[in-house]
C-alpha cells in the first residue's frame, strides 16, 4: 500500500533541502559556547516552527538549540518509540555562508560551478554520479560546502513528518524527531536530554550512497602533547635555550609516512592524525585525534604516540613532556548489536524502498555513536549526500526521496512488528 502512495506523493524534500542550506549554520571548534555558534538556531527555530504548522502539536527548541517532536502513535498496538534525528550544524571544514544551491538535469559528464571556474566535478573522481544519469542533483555555486552534511537528514525527516501527518491510514506508533546542533565539532549530544526524548531506538540521517545502513563506527580519542622548554633571550641563548616548537616539529617528523595516517589507510584501518598544533618557544602543544574500530587497538595507538613523543623529548634533557587524553565516542556495535531487530526492520524497508541494503562500516562517528554509549541504540541511514565537507559537494534527488520512502516504511514495520 505504501509504495502506491508514493507514486501519486509531492514530496517536499528537494524544496525544503534548497531552503535549509542557504541558512547558515556552521559550527565554531574554538568556540565555548553551546551551541558553538548562535546561527545554527535559525535553522533550528525554522525547523520547529515548520513542524508546529504540520500538526506536530510539541515541536520546540530548547535553550540549547536542540529540537525535539513527537508524531503520536495512530495505531491500538504497543510499538517501541522510534526516533529520527539528524543535525542541523555544517562543518567547519569549507564556508557555509552564502550558500547557492543548484539543481541540475544530469545528462552525463563533468559539472563546472558557476562561481569558480577551477571546481568541477567529474564522474572520474566521483564514479557514483554515473548512477544518477537522467535524474536531477544538487551542488553549491563553487565558492562554499553544500551542506548536505547534514541538511539532507534534516530535510528527510521533516518530509518524512509531513508524509506521515498527511497520511493517517499508514499505521505507526509514536515517533520521535531530534534535531541537534554541534555534530560536527563532535559536541551534538553535550546537552541532550535522553529522558526528555522518550524513545527506545534510534536512527541518524547522515549516511552517504543510496541503500548504505551503517551500526559500527570508529572508536575516537583526542590527545593533546604538551612539550615543556626552556625560554632564554634569544641573543644570549647559547647552550641555555631550549625550543618546544622546534621539539613539536620533530615529533611531527617522526610520524611514519606511509602508514598510520589518513591519508594512508582505508577500511578498518585505523590511524593517528595530528590536526592543530600550537604554542611559543617555551611551551608548545601538538593535538591528535586516534581512531580505530577495535577498542584495545585504539588504545595501542596511543600508546605507541605517547612512545613517540617520550623518544623525541629524551634528546632534549631540559625539556619535558605531558599528556592530555580524552575519549570522544566508541563503536556504536556493542551496542546496536544488542537489538539485531533495529538493523533488521531497516534493511527491510529499504529492501521495500526497491533498493539493495549497503552494510557499511563509518569511518567516522555520528550523533549516534555517542547516543548509543547514553543508552539509545541508534544506527545509521543512507541520506545521499557525497563529496561532504567540501567544495565539490553533491547529492542526487533521486536518492533523498528514496531515503524517506525507506522511513515510511520503516515506520510501518515497526508497527506490524509489535
Known sequence: MISSLFSSYSFTVVE???????????????????????????????????????GVEDAHMDEHGYVYATIPSNTTKQ?????????????PDCSGTGVKPLLHAYQGGSIALPDDAAQIITPEKYPYLLEHIGHEVITASGTTLLGGDDKSGVA?????????????EVKHGTI?????????????????????????????LDGGELGS?????????????????????PGYAKNTLVNALKIVGEILAELPKLEWSPETTEGRQGFVHPTTIGGIAERAYAE?????????????????????????VDRHPQASVSFIRKEQYRNMRKIVEQHPSIVAHAEAAIRRAGITPIREVIRGGTDGSRMSAMGLPCPNIFTGMQ??????????????????????????????NA
Open 16 to 54: 525544503r533541502f534548497l531552503r535549509y542550506v542557504q541558512i547558515d549554520t556552521q559550527a565554531d571548534p574554538n568556540s565555548s559556547s553551546f551551541p558553538s555558534t548562535e546561527k545554527q538556531k535559525n535553522l533550528s527555530s525554522l525547523l520547529a516552527e515548520e513542524l508546529r504548522a504540520m
Open 79 to 91: 510499538v517501541p518509540v522510534i526516533c529520527f534525528c539528524s543535525h542541523v550544524d555544517t562543518a
Open 156 to 168: 528527510e525527516i521533516m518530509d518524512l513528518a509531513y508524509f506521515l501527518m498527511t497520511h493517517p
Open 176 to 204: 520521535k524527531i531530534l534535531f541537534t546542533p554541534d555534530e560536527e565539532v563532535g559536541r551534538g549530544t553535550e546537552k541532550l536530554d535522553l529522558k526528555k526524548l522518550g524513545a527506545d531506538f534510534g536512527y541518524t
Open 213 to 233: 545502513l551503517e551500526d559500527e563506527t570508529f572508536s575516537a580519542d583526542h590527545l593533546k602533547i604538551v612539550v615543556d622548554g626552556v625560554i632564554a633571550h
Open 288 to 312: 591528535f585525534i586516534v581512531r580505530d574500530f577495535d577498542d584495545d587497538l585504539l588504545a595501542a595507538h596511543g600508546e605507541k604516540l605517547m612512545d613517540l613523543a617520550e623518544k623525541v
Open 387 to 416: 563529496a561532504i565537507h567540501s567544495k565539490h559537494e553533491w547529492i542526487g534527488v533521486r536518492d533523498m526521496k528514496k531515503a524517506v520512502e525507506t522511513l515510511v516504511h520503516l515506520v510501518s514495520i515497526y508497527e506490524e
